[in-house]
């Protein structure tokens, strides 16, 4: 029972506990630990049903590897996330804004080309970005963390506020030569920001374009 303590002394403390075990001694603290791993080549079936995850090859290695896939694919959803509500929320506050003045900034087949080529499709190759660097390094996040925090949510209202400011006066620049000519720099700024938001991106995430061939591929292909 002392394992269950010492587990239950960590987590109090508020570390997310990973417990390893092959023997059926070792199936009440695979049970309370946030994480139970089983050895799958010499545990025992009790240990096996208690735990949370098993290694088949009973390899401590793989644990580690484990970590640092889950880690990376929760960036990407992360990544992928914030890519596009920020996009989706500018769009609504220039239609919005401008609809207030009795204009239609944008024409809807013009957001279907933005939200599917432009958005979507480099969206889903920033989903399958690789291990970024100092993964590994970084403290577990907290298991009350979700996808979207308050940091997350700020980044998405402030630049895409930002961005709507910025288009809807490109769109009443442009109205002094005609509606539809506006339309078009609203449309080419959504475009144009698209590519500056991904540069940023891999900036942030220290990750060269070419480290993705799929989000290669989107880009050109947009």
């Known amino acids: 029972m002392h394992k269950v303590g010492i587990l239950k002394a960590l987590q109090e403390n508020g570390h997310v506990v990973a ?11 695979l049970k309370n630990a946030d994480i139970g791993v089983s050895m799958g080549i010499r545990g025992t079936d009790v240990a096996k049903q208690t735990s949370d995850m098993v290694l088949l090859d009973d390899n401590f290695a793989t644990i580690v590897d484990a970590v640092r896939n889950g880690r990376t694919i929760f960036d990407n959803i992360r990544t992928f996330v914030r890519y596009l509500l920020t996009t989706n929320f500018a769009e609504v506050f220039v239609v919005f804004l401008a609809c207030l003045f009795g204009y239609l900034p944008i024409m809807p087949v013009q957001l279907l080309l933005i939200n599917f080529l432009t958005d979507g499709l480099p969206a889903l190759a920033l989903g399958v970005d690789p291990t970024r660097k100092g993964t590994m390094q970084r403290k577990p996040r907290k298991k009350a963390e979700g996808i979207m925090n308050r940091k997350s949510i700020y980044w998405i209202m402030g630049i895409g506020i930002e961005l709507g400011l910025v288009l809807l006066a490109i769109f009443f620049i442009g109205l002094k030569n005609g509606l539809a000519t506006a339309r078009t720099m609203v449309f080419t700024g959504f475009v144009l920001y698209e590519f500056v938001k991904i540069s940023v991106i891999r900036y942030q995430q220290q990750l060269s374009w070419f480290s993705n061939k799929w989000l290669v591929l ?5």
Do not use: L, Y
């Not at 075990?21 to 603290?29: H, Y």
């Open 19 to 29: 417990m390893t075990g092959d023997g059926v001694n070792d199936a009440p603290a």
């Open 218 to 222: 989107a880009t050109t292909g947009c």
